[in-house]
């Protein structure tokens, strides 16, 4: 069963890196991630290798797994693997014999923008696509630094204007008199409210005299005594 052809305007994607799962099954194994300043990839089943790579039939350790080219990415197909390819998440189906390529005596195929290749032997597969090149963010231009002097100047003017319209002795002082004077003002009107705002006044000779200081008359029995 043939795969889908690749549209003639669909070209490899020059710019990006290779992103490679391997998979034993249907489970991840492993992941890695190349950046687009790499020239090319090399696998081996040794640790130290680029990409390590084990349970595969190589010709030679290590293999020129993948190569950039003026157009993208360039995969070479080891001799017993069988590869796969799925165009933009549809399912995988073999890669038709007219994509791939002979270079060196090898099997070849340029990796598609949108494409995941995966290169299977035995339960283990290996998937590879092109990473995703992040746009370069754009370099501060003169009115950036202007509006950046700007904002630091009006940050750093901030305790300088503490400093000067800050609390000093002075307007301490004038603090203390205003909060004493209110008081003062709210404790005159609880009094008021209270009718203590009238002073007291000594008697005079008249009320003195005109009071008895006798008290109540109190009727004695007869048999008691009163000294």
Known sequence: ??????????????????????????????????GPERANVHAAPDETAPLPLYGFTL???PFLLAERTAQGWRIHLP????????????SYAAVPATDLRQHEGRATIDLAE??????????????????V????????????????????????????????AGPTPQRMEESKVRAMRLAAEKEAERRKAMGLDTPMRPLTDAEREAKSDAGDDVTVPAFLRVR
């Open 1 to 34: 069963m043939q795969g889908p052809m690749l549209p003639p305007a669909m070209n490899t994607k020059a710019g990006g890196g290779l992103f490679c799962e391997l998979y034993w099954g249907d489970n991840l194994s492993e992941a890695w991630s190349y």
């Open 59 to 61: 010709p030679e350790e």
């Open 79 to 90: 001799p017993a693997a069988r590869a796969e390819r799925a165009l933009k998440g549809d």
């Open 114 to 131: 949108g494409m995941t290749l995966r290169i299977s032997e035995g339960q283990l597969s290996l998937r590879l696509q092109g990473s």
């Open 133 to 164: 090149v992040k746009e370069q963010v754009n370099r501060l231009r003169w009115k950036d630094f202007g509006w950046l002097v700007v904002v630091s100047m009006l940050f750093l003017s901030l305790p300088v204007g503490f400093l000067i």
